[in-house]
């Protein structure tokens, strides 16, 4: 049996919008037994399962439009107008758990949108939030989750640049850098959420503590995926899991010290699942 050290990253986990999101859900499944969500509440399997097992039903927006007379959760990604025009029409009830992060960045994008603004919203294609928030445009802004997607050259001479609130703050920084040396007229807004953006800078001092880093997130993260990336470039020996099932002995050696983190949609439950199953190797 091999003598690990193993710490979990207490500032890892749930952020607040998806903790309130969850919060909100088990408490009207322990009183009532049953709730729709309009989509996996949160980026992560494990976390969705166990809170099927409760009576949540995740439904698409294809289910939605044919519902009536039902109650249903909008997660901490929020939704487009069309989803609540959807709702008055059909006598549906929505229990929205929007993050107000989210919620301000909506009404931000509206509002450069009533000014007419070109508007660039830098977050990945076909995500949750970034549909929510084109939506807030009639579909009008420019999405992109790569510089290169984009023709420098016959830009706008003035845009307004948002992001999507869980991207990489090095990287949109470095976007930002671009794009004003491209010559455009940049009115940049850094819609980061504070608490998932400073994770990038806790992840970067805690991955160099340990021998071996476990990142523990479910694979649709995005959030998770840039975060891992984060570990891995601060940590050669970094590995990325979505259950303890999948961790392997021979990554670690004995008397290592072996650090756990997570996404902001990992719970704190499968973190410590993880590390139980690595003190047994």
């Not at 845009?159 to 869980?166: A, E, H, K, P």
């Not at 991955?207 to 990336?229: C, E, Q, R």
Request: glycine fraction near 6%; aromatic fraction near 8%; proline fraction near 2%.
């Amino acid at each position: 049996m091999l003598s690990l050290d193993v710490t979990i990253d207490t500032k890892s986990g749930f952020c607040f919008g998806v903790e309130f999101a969850i919060e909100m859900a088990e408490d009207i499944l322990k009183e009532e037994g049953e709730l729709y969500c309009l989509g996996d509440i949160v980026h992560n399997n494990r976390e969705v399962t166990r809170l099927e097992k409760m009576g949540l039903e995740i439904i698409d927006h294809e289910k939605l439009k044919v519902m009536k007379d039902v109650k249903v959760l909008i997660r901490a990604h929020g939704e487009p107008p069309s989803t609540y025009d959807i709702a008055i029409k059909n006598n549906i009830t929505l229990i929205d758990a929007s993050c107000p992060v989210v919620l301000k960045l909506q009404n931000r994008i509206k509002k450069s949108h009533d000014k007419e603004e070109k508007i660039y919203i830098y977050g990945k294609h076909g995500h949750p939030e970034v549909i929510g928030l084109l939506g807030q445009t009639g579909k009008d802004a420019i999405v992109f989750q790569d510089i290169k997607e984009l023709d420098l050259d016959s830009l706008p001479k003035s845009i307004t640049l948002y992001t999507q609130t869980t991207k990489s703050k090095e990287k949109f920084y470095e976007i930002v850098s671009t794009l004003t040396k491209s010559g455009s007229d940049v009115n940049v807004n850094d819609t980061l959420c504070s608490q998932v953006s400073n994770r990038d800078t806790q992840l970067q001092e805690f991955s160099t503590n340990f021998d071996k880093i476990i990142f523990v997130s479910g694979t649709k993260s995005s959030n998770g995926n840039a975060l891992y990336n984060v570990c891995k470039k601060n940590n050669d020996k970094s590995y990325f899991v979505s259950s303890s099932e999948e961790l392997k002995k021979d990554w670690f050696g004995n008397k290592e010290k072996v650090g756990v983190c997570g996404a902001t949609s990992t719970p704190m439950w499968l973190m410590e699942e993880v590390k139980e199953k690595i003190l047994k190797f």
